[in-house]
């Protein structure tokens, strides 16, 4: 005669392997109570994949603006005519992707965080670290990742 599992340990099986399942998926938000600011951010570094990959052509960037590359993660913005700078585009608030590029700021939807296009700089919080510098390289009309 074999012992066959009853209701009862299948069902606190099942409820464990889905606790387990949810705590995997919920692991990446950070949710310390240190306000989710974290130092790791998904960013593209030299190497990885999405290493030099054209982002855009340098006309595709507005002068005192910037534009989102939302699949890299990145964030690239001209400040002065012919200065090009890079940054994460994951807030280091609560590691949204930020949503905007308007009146010199890099700015957060989530909770309204803005960023320094000249700099990455905390502009307006609650974020309270600066966005990561990104490395890209200018090769005559064209932005790349570096």
Known sequence: MTNRPTRRTI??????????????????????????????TTTTAPGQDGAGDKLADTADIPVG?????????????QPEEG???????????????????????????CHGSKFKITDGAVANPPATRPLPAENIVVDGNSISLA
């Open 11 to 40: 069902l606190m099986a099942s409820g464990a392997t889905g606790a387990t399942a949810l705590v995997a998926a919920c692991g990446g938000s950070d949710d310390n109570g240190g306000g989710g600011d974290s130092a790791s």
């Open 65 to 77: 603006g910037g534009t989102i590359f939302k699949d890299q993660k990145v964030v690239v913005t």
């Open 83 to 109: 200065q090009f700078k890079a940054f994460s585009a994951i807030c280091t608030h609560q590691q949204c992707l930020v949503g905007s590029v308007s009146d010199g700021t890099i700015n957060c939807p």
